[in-house]
């Protein structure tokens, strides 16, 4: 039986072509704003006390241990003592991993560390100096394992899985460069990583490829996934980069070679899925599938209950967890088993992640189900950028002809995703109260009888289509609620016309005059509602929003300029009545009380000045005003490949962790005074350049 509940699902996915192609739009009283930006700011700021040695970390082989190796290498040892050819690309089936050791690496430089990511590992920040550490961090030391007895508790490994590239089946792909070296858990959060090197030599799944990866695509990455960690926006990290002098890639040109670090609670992507679909292999669906939810998701019971009503996800905004694994709910039909629910659970974490990106303007560029993460992670940093102007349309890729992965495609394509996720769990949520049960569980062809499979594939369908509304719900209500946030209102206030009236026009002036999507909110931030209290007050700050310098596209064109100002007048009028609306209700108008001359506007409201300090503060704490752009990041590149450079990386680095800062320069964080450079961190959170904005990337890496 083959599984293709495909044309009812897309159908969802047609759907989808909602508001958000152009995106949207409280504050919160105070407190909830804080802890938004107390979320935010978890890891990268929290002290995390001393932490601990490399040696003294937790290390443990659960994905190894639980799941079947390449029968080539049946052991690490046989892995061991094979030569590098026999470790060389090819078909392997049956297995999800193949024991691999990384290449060795000769003088290799650390160029930089996150320092956020040693916290979150559970890492004392002193580690980085050890030679332990340098060693690890490109393959040379291998943990758990001893080279001279052939045994140990674990052994590195390299994943396989397959994945639709750019809609189409691309057969078995797996990691061809990248190698994980062991699961470690941090002794203060309980929090386990599986933690991989990036770019460290060949394995069974590089294809035509070399294994490698170049410093300039190892900077990209280094810096984007601690970035959007500092965001909030769930990702995978990035510990180190290290530069291999000896190493020169080929690629378009020679470049040089680098291994960066990174760790992910689980490397584990819908392609893990996909490759076991294409081959037909139920008895691995099912296990990797029992394993994703006992290990990954930490058991049957943390996996969401059915909603009241599953045609009308926003009547159930909290779904009941606590489900024993053996409960089925739901009519006859459309019964939900312990996979449905792991369906729908993985639905929910990529609905949320894409209501981020959506929310903050960043694109992943390449998001095919290869780079789709089971743990709703951004993953797979080839051609990604945040948005400079907001242009719907914009794809980072320069390969993406179709605009397939462009900004406004990308709640689709996870959704197209998820329905190729669907498939592949296809039989064990549409096989319900009977998935423990012959055929599902003793047969290697499944139903092969039509009548038996009928019913089977139609409660698949339903399920796959019920939780295509569940992703649309619980995408549209996290990204009213950022957009919400961005803007300075009260999520839990919400008004349903603040979609139409506040969000949709903001992103169409955005569009249309050409505006920075980033820059807009950081500016917004900064501006005091009494600095807009009329009409020609609106006017001249509307100009705070537009290039300077004559900068924008009708440079020449006076009238045009005045109209584009007009246009953005308009809007912050509206979003000021807006906030009046939330702040003004604060209790807290100061003495003199709210017709008090030091409060904003006239009018319909008006919001004391101490409230509207706080609403600003707030403001800051989830608008960033530093964010990775292509630009800095060629920037970057070029300064550290070409100017050997070093400094710079970690200024950036230090940066990208602390991105709703005005300023970093002379500053203390963290008890440590950061020096800094004051020229370029003004340059990084200005105007981008008018030649530099927008740009695209190749997938070359
Ligand atoms: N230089 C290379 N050597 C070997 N395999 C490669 C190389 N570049 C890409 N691949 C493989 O091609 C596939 C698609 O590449 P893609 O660029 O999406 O991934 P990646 O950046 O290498 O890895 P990841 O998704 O783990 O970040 C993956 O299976 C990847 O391992």
């Given at each position: 039986m083959r599984f293709q509940p495909v044309a009812r699902c897309l159908?969802?996915?047609?759907?989808?072509?909602?508001?958000?192609?152009?995106?949207?739009?409280?504050?919160?009283?105070?407190?909830?704003?804080?802890?938004?930006?107390?979320?935010?700011?978890?890891?990268?700021?929290?002290?995390?006390?001393?932490?601990?040695?490399?040696?003294?970390?937790?290390?443990?082989?659960?994905?190894?241990s639980?799941?079947?190796?390449?029968?080539?290498?049946?052991?690490?040892?046989?892995?061991?003592?094979?030569?590098?050819?026999?470790?060389?690309?090819?078909?392997?089936?049956?297995?999800?991993?193949?024991?691999?050791?990384?290449?060795?690496?000769?003088?290799?430089?650390?160029?930089?560390?996150?320092?956020?990511?040693?916290?979150?590992?559970?890492?004392?920040?002193?580690?980085?100096?050890?030679?332990?550490?340098?060693?690890t961090v490109v393959g040379n030391k291998i943990h758990g394992w001893d080279s001279e007895t052939l045994s140990g508790p674990g052994y590195p490994w390299a994943q396989c899985y397959g994945g639709f590239q750019f809609g189409d089946w691309a057969g078995q792909l797996g990691d061809g460069r990248a190698i994980s070296l062991f699961e470690s858990t941090n002794p203060r959060t309980g929090v386990r990583y599986e933690v991989q090197l990036k770019g460290a030599g060949m394995t069974p799944y590089?294809?035509?490829?070399?294994?490698?990866?170049?410093l300039r695509s190892s900077i990209r990455e280094f810096i984007v996934s601690e970035a959007l960690n500092a965001l909030g926006i769930p990702t995978t990290r990035a510990l180190a980069i290290s530069l291999l002098p000896h190493s020169k890639v080929r690629r378009k040109r020679i470049e040089p070679g680098a291994i960066v670090v990174r760790f992910a609670q689980s490397w584990l992507r819908f392609g893990n899925f996909d490759i076991l679909r294409a081959r037909g292999d139920r008895e691995l669906t099912r296990r990797l599938a029992t394993y994703v939810a006992e290990d990954v998701f930490g058991g049957w019971e943390n996996l969401p209950g059915r909603l009241d009503d599953p045609d009308d996800p926003s009547k159930t905004p909290t779904p009941q967890r606590n489900i024993s694994k053996d409960t089925i709910q739901g009519p006859a039909g459309a019964e939900e088993n312990r996979f449905a629910r792991l369906y729908r659970e993985i639905v929910r974490r990529n609905a949320l992640t894409v209501a981020k990106w959506q929310a903050y303007g960043f694109m992943n560029g390449v998001l095919n189900t290869d780079n789709t993460s089971l743990l709703g992670l951004s993953m797979d940093y080839g051609p990604f950028a945040f948005m400079d102007n907001f242009d719907p349309h914009y794809t980072p890729n320069h390969d993406d002809f179709l605009l397939r992965y462009s900004y406004r495609n990308q709640p689709t394509?996870?959704?197209?995703?998820?329905?190729?996720?669907?498939e592949a769990l296809g039989e064990l949520l549409g096989a319900a109260a009977t998935v423990d049960t012959a055929p599902f569980t003793t047969t290697t062809t499944g139903l092969t009888d039509p009548t038996a499979a009928a019913p089977v594939i139609a409660r698949a369908e339903k399920l796959i289509t019920q939780a295509g509304e569940e992703y649309k719900t619980v995408f549209l209500t996290e990204y009213k609620r950022l957009m919400a946030l961005r803007l300075g209102l009260n999520p839990a206030t919400a008004l349903p016309t603040d979609f139409d009236t506040l969000f949709s026009p903001l992103l169409d002036t955005l569009e249309a005059l050409e505006l920075d999507f980033h820059l807009f909110f950081r500016r917004l931030s900064a501006l005091p509602l009494s600095a807009i209290a009329t009409p020609q007050a609106c006017l001249a700050r509307a100009a705070d929003f537009l290039y300077s310098g004559g900068d924008?596209?009708?440079?020449?064109?006076?009238?045009?300029?005045?109209?584009?100002?007009?246009?953005?007048?308009?809007?912050?009028?509206?979003?000021?009545?807006?906030?009046?609306?939330?702040?003004?209700?604060?209790?807290?108008w100061g003495a003199a009380g709210p017709s008090s001359s030091s409060s904003s506007g006239s009018g319909s409201g008006a919001v004391s000045d101490k409230a509207d300090g706080e609403r600003m503060a707030a403001m800051k704490k989830v608008n960033p005003n530093f964010v990775p752009r292509g630009w800095i990041l060629d920037e970057l590149i070029r300064r550290v490949e070409k100017g050997g450079e070093r400094g710079v990386l970690k200024r950036a680095m230090h940066?990208?962790?602390?991105?709703?800062?005005?300023?970093?320069?002379?500053?203390?964080?963290?008890?440590?005074?950061?020096e800094g450079d004051k020229e370029e961190e003004v340059r990084w959170t200005s105007d981008v350049p008018k030649t530099e904005r927008a740009m695209q990337c190749s997938c070359s890496s």
């Open positions: 159908a969802v996915a047609q759907q989808f072509r909602g508001p958000w192609s152009r995106s949207f739009s409280a504050f919160t009283n105070p407190a909830a704003m804080a802890a938004m930006a107390a979320a935010n700011n978890s890891s990268s700021s929290s002290a995390s006390g001393e932490g601990v040695t490399l040696a003294a970390l937790p290390k443990s082989w659960h994905f190894t639980s799941l079947p190796p390449d029968s080539h290498f049946p052991t690490p040892a046989d892995s061991h003592k094979a030569s590098r050819e026999d470790l060389g690309p090819r078909q392997v089936r049956g297995a999800l991993f193949t024991w691999v050791r990384p290449e060795t690496q000769e003088d290799p430089e650390l160029l930089a560390v996150s320092p956020a990511a040693m916290r979150d590992l559970g890492l004392a920040q002193s580690e980085a100096e050890t030679d332990e550490f340098r060693e590089s294809r035509f490829a070399d294994g490698k990866a170049v394509i996870i959704w197209w995703n998820l329905v190729r996720l669907g924008n596209d009708n440079d020449n064109d006076a009238e045009a300029a005045g109209q584009q100002q007009q246009r953005v007048a308009d809007w912050l009028a509206v979003w000021r009545e807006r906030v009046v609306q939330d702040w003004g209700t604060l209790e807290d940066m990208a962790l602390h991105p709703f800062e005005d300023n970093w320069a002379g500053r203390e964080f963290d008890g440590v005074v950061f």
